[in-house]
């Protein structure tokens, strides 16, 4: 039944996106060229000729999209006996190609570069023209689940991820699979409310598997904003996933996030002072498979619930300087009474726009009994196009 | 949770139905207060006009929030100063308004630097080293009236493109603002007539304009390089060389920490100025006129009490 819905979902979509498109292609309705004023008016002295657009060689570079690298070099130092960094890291590069489609999408592209490996880390078109007020994405997106999931890790207020999303989310890579993504905004007058659903193919990690074609990963999104004067805002947000478990054809995990940030930023002065608070708390629910397991015998099936959480907070002090900490406990996915606990201090300085390094002191407190100081730094940087700022 | 997904994915389409309000008047969006004040002056009350960013709020670091994207979902036009100012915040608003009428490229969009006069064009080869250099040019270019004069014109085209019904009043609106204008300009002339030449110092290259068309020579900047702080050393080449060249006055934006540029005056003998680079960034700029007004009469005084005359 669900599987139904989907495709006549899906379906539906896809005609009424062909529709609209049809429409803009017929010829439009003639406009009529904006007609020269019949009033004498003192004519403006002539504009100084805009400087001449480029042609000739650097004409078939025009369409070329945005291009940006970010570097992420990061250490760490102290001893860590359950979860080692390494002691210098290029953790990652990420290069990001974006640019318009077409008079209906935008592609956006971010492929990066590890010590081992390749891979897209999103990859997607998303359709800025649907009817209704639709905004849909395909491609291999990171899923609208919380926060801290949707986020790259040039943008991440740590040098580290939480423990929570290393625990309940799958890693550091956290959930971003192929996917279809919609969202919709329901306009009213009180506050920006989002509502964004999506279907994933199902294999992220040791969270979600598919082996069936039908064992898809569902994700869905509400989003809430409002702004309390021109300087604060809050925003909260509750997220659900339920896909496929390895547990067995037709048994599901599932996850539940709750969201909750406020920001400050006085207008005038914006690039001196801002405030961030924000916490995520994210439930686990997976299903583990019967097993045989050496000297104890059968073990029957059973479903492991799991919490956990973080709560953060980013001051900036001056134009270049940024002080934050975090909180982290949470439970591990698979053995829900083994609970890690840390916390954090930054320090955050940038010398530009362009880059920024950070210092940050962990403690952390694994479920093994052992406890891990340590301090790590990072150091980023960007090169290419202008990149919007996060939000 | 099967029939949760199930009512989530039928409310989703159930809403897609949903009809959008009958247009009214049409509802322009501009980035700046500057942008909103200059359309007023073309459409009078025949649309509604509302900006994002404040006059006293610096045009490069707006933030992306969520309540703008409401406000372009609904707009019919999305005017913007261009030349990458609004880089930073304005892509991924536009993106996520979910409304094809103001899509870059589209019929509602205007980006009103197209027939403006543009200064510092970079030439030769253009890296970060220069700091957050504009690669198309200057995007304070609305501080010269002519631009003014242009702007009004590009936003009373497109009005009358997209309202044709109200194409005479435009007209006749911009006619009146084109007047007025020039009046002003008299005014603004006569005033700061005497000073042509005067050398001066501001903290970011937001002046260039305003300078260019009242004569002023910018001999230097309080940033070392666009958008970069003021360093030490920077700081200490500036002082002396404003000592050298006799320079007593430095323009800084609202938006900026007076705390540099207060001491540079201390050790020069010089006054810090406080202007108003957009429409809202005081009380008393409540339009285009009303912001070159205050400007120009701060200005005046100030130059007629470090230059003696």
Redesign the interface.
């Known amino acids: ?2 599987r139904v ?2 495709i006549v ?1 899906c379906a ?1 979509l896809l005609v ?1 996106a062909a529709r ?1 498109q049809a429409q ?1 292609a017929s010829p439009p309705p003639p ?5 020269p ?3 004498p ?2 004519t ?2 002539p ?2 000729p ?2 001449p657009a480029q042609a000739g060689p650097a004409a078939s570079k025009v369409f070329n999209p945005d291009m940006a690298v970010i570097g992420n070099f990061t250490g760490a130092a102290g001893k860590n006996e359950v979860n080692p960094r390494p002691s210098l890291n290029l953790e990652e590069a990420e290069a990001s190609f974006q640019a ?1 489609v077409d ?2 999408a ?1 592609a956006d592209f971010f492929l990066t570069f590890s010590n081992e490996e390749v891979g897209v880390e999103e990859g997607f078109i ?1 359709f ?8 849909l994405k395909a491609g291999k997106l990171k899923a609208d689940f919380g926060k801290v999931n949707t986020l790259h890790s040039h943008i991440l207020p740590w040098v580290d991820r939480p423990l929570v999303m290393t625990n309940l989310l799958g890693g550091d890579e956290g959930i971003a699979d192929a996917g279809l993504s ?1 969202s ?4 009213n007058p009180v506050l ?1 409310l ?2 964004t ?1 999506e279907v994933y193919r199902g294999e992220v990690g040791d969270v979600f598997t598919a082996p069936r074609r039908q064992d898809v990963l ?1 994700v ?1 999104h509400l ?1 809430a ?3 309390l004067g ?1 300087s604060t ?1 809050v ?1 909260v947000g509750g997220s ?1 996933a ?1 896909g496929g478990s390895a547990a067995g054809p037709g048994a ?1 995990n ?1 996850l539940y996030g709750a969201d909750a940030t406020l ?1 400050w ?1 006085p ?6 002072h801002r405030l961030l608070l924000r916490s995520e708390l994210m439930w686990s629910r997976r299903e583990s498979g019967a097993a045989e397991v050496a000297g104890t015998g059968f073990v029957p099936g059973q479903t492991l619930r799991a919490f956990g959480l973080y709560a953060s907070g980013e001051y900036q002090f001056a ?2 300087w940024f002080a934050g900490a975090r909180y982290d406990t949470s439970e591990r996915a698979n053995e829900p009474d083994q609970r890690d606990r840390g916390g954090s201090f930054l320090l955050t300085y940038w010398p ?3 880059s920024q390094i950070r210092a940050q002191a962990r403690r952390t407190t694994y479920a093994e009994g052992s406890t891990a100081n340590e301090l790590l730094f990072q150091f980023l940087f960007s ?1 290419g196009a ?4 996060p ?1 | ?2 029939t ?3 009512a ?6 159930a ?4 009809v ?1 309000p009958a247009a009214a008047a049409l509802k322009v969006i501009t980035t700046t207060e500057d942008l909103a004040a200059l359309t007023r002056e073309v459409a009078g009350d025949r649309v509604s006009v509302e900006s994002l960013a ?1 006059g ?3 045009p490069h ?7 703008f ?2 406000k372009l ?2 707009a019919s036009l999305l005017i913007a100063v261009g030349k ?1 100012l609004e ?6 608003l ?5 409304n ?1 009428k103001i ?5 509602g969009y205007l980006d009103a630097s197209l ?4 200064l510092e ?1 970079p030439t030769g080869q253009i890296t ?1 080293a220069m ?2 250099v504009h690669p198309l ?1 200057n995007p304070h270019y609305w501080l010269d009236p ?2 003014g ?2 702007i009004a ?1 590009a936003i ?3 009005l ?2 997209l309202q ?1 019904a109200d ?1 005479p009043t435009f ?2 609106n ?2 009146a603002f ?2 007025k204008l ?1 009046a002003a300009e008299k005014r603004w002339d006569a005033t700061l007539g005497p000073y042509k030449g005067t050398k001066i110092v501001t903290y970011h290259r937001s002046w260039p304009n305003f300078c260019d068309r009242f004569g002023l020579d910018v001999m230097g900047y309080v940033e070392p390089r666009p ?3 003021p360093s030490p050393s920077h700081t200490l080449d500036l002082i002396r060389d404003m000592k050298a060249q006799g320079v007593k006055l430095i323009l800084i934006e ?4 007076a705390k540099t540029p207060n001491s540079i005056a201390r050790e020069t003998g010089g006054q810090v100025l406080v202007m108003t680079p957009s429409v809202g960034g005081v009380k008393e700029a409540t339009d285009y006129i009303a912001l070159f007004d205050y400007d120009v009469k701060l200005l005046a005084d100030a130059l007629k009490q470090v230059t003696g005359h």
Request: proline share 9%.
């Open positions: 039944m669900r819905v989907l979902s539906v009424s609209a803009e406009v009529a060229p904006a007609a004023s019949p009033s008016e003192p403006p002295p504009p100084e805009a400087a318009i008079p209906y935008r998303t800025t023209s649907l009817p209704s007020g639709f905004l919609l919709r905004l329901f306009p920006f989002e509502a659903g569902l869905g989003r904003y409002r702004d021109e805002n925003e659900v339920r599901h599932l920001r930023r207008l005038r002065r914006a690039i001196y134009r270049r530009s726009e362009f090169i202008h990149g919007a700022h939000f | 949770m099967k949760s997904t199930l989530l994915a039928a409310g989703l389409f809403l897609s139905g949903a959008t404040r006293y709020q610096d670091f707006v933030e992306a929030k969520p309540s994207i409401i979902n609904s990458e880089i930073g915040w304005l892509p991924p536009v993106t996520q308004s979910r094809s899509q870059v490229g589209a019929e027939t403006a006069r543009i064009i970060r700091g957050d040019g002519r631009n004069r242009l014109k009373q085209n497109k009358s493109a044709p194409a007209a006749a911009y006619a084109d007047q020039a958008g970069i702080p609202p938006y900026f920490d």
